[in-house]
């Protein structure tokens, strides 16, 4: 179960975190925002495949594929904010600036590991009912791959300035925003937003020792 839960994590944080040597056809993120998602997600999928660096977990070629294809599709500002809990509205700019640096660092050494798990998966609109209506919806997928249990995957997206954006991601029944904010806050409470600070630097430190 772990296993699937963090592979699915993976998927979602390589979503939430986009060199040019990588073939990309940016979806539309004007349009309908479940086509935008199905897109995206299959896009990701298909270039974590056909690269043997992401594969592998290389940090740089992680960090090229976060910077130059996640990040125009994720409201990242937003995710920080609520990942932090209430101790964001006293944090200065500098500090605002550095805790997000700090949780997409963390986002990508959690989980890039995980990506060597990606092989002939695809993703599908899960069966609905009822279709997400507004400017702040759920879209529910299903990761399929043959001879395996599908693996839920849902996103929640906002509309934001004419286009949409990734504000939170459900793995497996896990939504990582609120995931990381049971961590997060209690020790912004404590210790304040520099003591945050200084723990996600201690804690992104531990994954780079225990890689080596």
Not at 92 to 116: D, M
Not at 187 to 208: C, D, F, M, V, W
Request: aromatic residues 8%; positive net charge; charged residues 25%.
């Amino acid at each position: 179960m772990m296993q699937r839960r963090e592979f699915a994590a993976a998927l979602c944080a390589a979503v939430l975190c986009g060199s040019s040597a990588f073939a990309w056809a940016a979806p539309d993120p004007k349009g309908d925002p479940e086509k935008w998602i199905l897109d995206l997600s299959n896009e990701m999928l298909a270039t974590i495949r056909a690269d043997a660096a992401l594969r592998s977990g290389d940090a740089a070629a992680v960090q090229a594929f976060v910077s130059r294809k996640v990040m125009p599709c994720v409201d990242f500002v937003r995710m920080t904010r609520m990942a932090v809990g209430p101790s964001w509205r006293s944090a200065n700019p500098e500090q605002r600036a550095e805790l997000q640096r700090l949780f997409r660092e963390l986002l990508i050494r959690v989980y890039s590991g995980a990506l060597s798990m990606v092989s002939n998966q695809s993703v599908e609109l899960a069966p609905s009912r009822v279709k997400p209506e507004g400017d702040d919806v759920v879209v529910r997928t299903l990761m399929k791959q043959p001879g395996k249990p599908e693996m839920h995957l849902d996103y929640r997206v906002k509309f934001v300035k004419g286009e949409w954006r990734i504000i939170n991601v459900n793995a497996e029944g896990v939504w990582i925003v609120e995931n990381y904010r049971s961590q997060f806050a209690p020790i912004a409470a404590s210790k304040g937003n520099e003591g945050l600070i200084e723990a996600l630097r201690e804690k992104i430190a531990t994954y780079n020792k225990n890689k080596k």
